[in-house]
């Protein structure tokens, strides 16, 4: 199985300030017949499901705003907010589907500094 | 617009059996993989297997395999999960998600819709 970690478990940030989240996987999840790296980002709130917020690790999914962005490859990615805003705690997960069994990482917990 | 409602909240004994529904709407049901995810207090998500609506054919990690059913009815755009012989760590939310890969596709790729969850408490 792809062994998904993240770090850091939680980071707090001030508003308006930028907040990287990493997350490595154990294995490359980069297909190379088409150059994608299989590597996804959810958000989730309390009490919500998760959210798709990044797809092949740096493309925003829809209505997601331009201060998330995503970045890496191979096995190692970044998840990046330019302009922390309230709204944007949460944790955050990212996840593989280059192969089964898929798999999350344990998450990191983003919150107001 | 696309929406995954599941059924509501369980508690169930050690050696029971559950099982949860995942109403779609809003899109084409047996047109994308289904999947299922659950998630234990204050832990990452876990991939409980997927399945193709059009075919029934179903997937799942071999640590699941022998324990969890999935199956659908086509005519009412629903998918379960059973989920059998629980026991205390089988205590978790529960969610249905919905796969953006087409059901005629080979292999999954990232999910784009999720249900809004459910409880089992497995508890004596």
């Known amino acids: 199985d792809i062994v998904m970690t993240q770090s850091p478990d939680s980071l707090a940030v001030s508003l308006g300030e930028r907040a990287t989240l990493n997350c490595k996987s154990s294995q490359s999840v980069l297909f190379s017949a088409n150059n994608k790296n299989y590597l996804g980002w959810y958000q989730q709130k309390p009490g919500q499901p998760p959210k798709l917020v990044i797809y092949?690790?740096?493309t925003r999914a829809s209505g997601v705003p331009d201060r998330f962005s995503g970045s890496g490859s191979g096995t190692d990615f970044s998840l990046t907010i330019s302009s922390l805003q309230a709204e944007d705690v949460a944790v955050y997960y990212c996840q593989q589907y280059y192969t089964t069994p898929f798999t999350f990482g344990p998450g990191t917990k983003v919150d107001i500094k | 617009q696309v929406q995954l409602v599941q059924s509501g909240a369980e508690v169930k004994k050690p050696g029971a059996s559950v099982k949860i529904s995942c109403k779609t709407s809003?899109?084409?049901?047996?047109?994308?993989?289904l999947h299922w995810v659950r998630q234990a207090p204050g832990q990452g998500p876990e991939w409980m297997g997927r399945?193709?609506?059009?075919?029934?054919?179903?997937n799942s990690p071999q640590k699941f395999q022998g324990r969890v059913t999935m199956t659908r009815d086509t005519s009412i755009t629903t998918a379960y999960m059973e989920l059998s012989w629980l026991r205390s760590d089988d205590t978790a939310v529960y969610y249905c998600a919905k796969d953006v890969a087409p059901a005629y596709s080979s292999s999954s790729l990232y999910f784009d819709y999720w249900g809004q969850g459910t409880l089992v408490t497995v508890s004596s």
């Open positions: 092949w690790a740096s």
């Open positions: 809003g899109y084409t049901f047996t047109g994308y993989y």
């Open positions: 399945m193709n609506p059009n075919s029934g054919v179903t």
